[in-house]
């Protein structure tokens, strides 16, 4: 069972988190929601769509213009605080790497700390030990905050899983040591970071040993460069790569699904467990009259 704020998650209940980024200079939305009323229109929306998890970010993953510790805070903590006050049950993630960020969304709210650059601030996991929050643990290879991979490489004979899983796995379990629920926290692969195009097809082919671990497992899919770069799109036409990719890592066992795009996720997922046989049809007439 999963368990973050006041929810609790089967395991094999898919889970989907919505992106709200609070940045003028997203890769993806380019700062449609950078100020508070469109970010607050598309958190009542993606609830709205399906939606368990809302993911509050205050710097966007890629290079760009230096985001200091205190505009990160300023950026997320009121908001994430005011969507706290009005969708009480929702589970509410702060996307950072620093811990005094952390820290100032617990306080205000949060639940969730998704760290998408692997443990690279050790004192992340000891505030959401202090708070009771949930954690992300992410292979990034690596790499430092807001860095793109250059000539990565993973020479091991189990290639870029074996590293995935040895990182992954030691970051889960030093959070343990440290004092984090167990039932909080979720491994993820990190699509993207510290990889190649080819290492992140490889990770989402070989999603399944990551499954098998035990931990949920979160992917961050929507509209990445590796499903760009595979079928030559940009980023405004990356939807249908991103939707069966998602589809593939539902089937492989996959529970958390950050995204831009609720509603057709949404879809995707039920779908799949549906034919997976964990959720009944919404509606069966054909062939019964």
Partial sequence: MLRLGAREFRKDQPVIMAIVNRTPDS??????TFRDEPALDRVEQAIAEGAAVIDVGGVKAGPGEEVS???????????????RRRYPSVVISVDTWRHEVAEAACEAGADLLNDAWGGVDPRLAEVAARHGAG????????????????????DGPGGVMEDILRVTLGLAERAVSLGVRPDGIMIDPGHDFGKNTRHS????????EMAETGWPVLVSLSNKDFVGETLDRPVKERLL??????????????????????????QVLDMVASIAGHRPPAATRRGLA
């Fill in 27 to 32: 890769f993806y939305d380019r700062g449609a």
């Fill in 69 to 83: 510790t205190a505009e990160e805070v300023r950026r997320t903590a009121g908001f994430i605080a005011e969507v």
């Fill in 135 to 154: 954690l992300v643990c992410t292979h990034a290879g690596g790499a430092r905050p807001r860095t793109r991979p250059h000539r990565v490489r993973y």
């Fill in 201 to 208: 097809l490889e990770a989402t082919r070989r999603l399944g």
């Fill in 241 to 266: 790569g991103t939707l069966a990719t998602t589809a593939v890592s539902a089937w492989l066992g996959a529970q958390v699904y950050r995204v831009h795009e609720v509603a057709e996720t949404r």
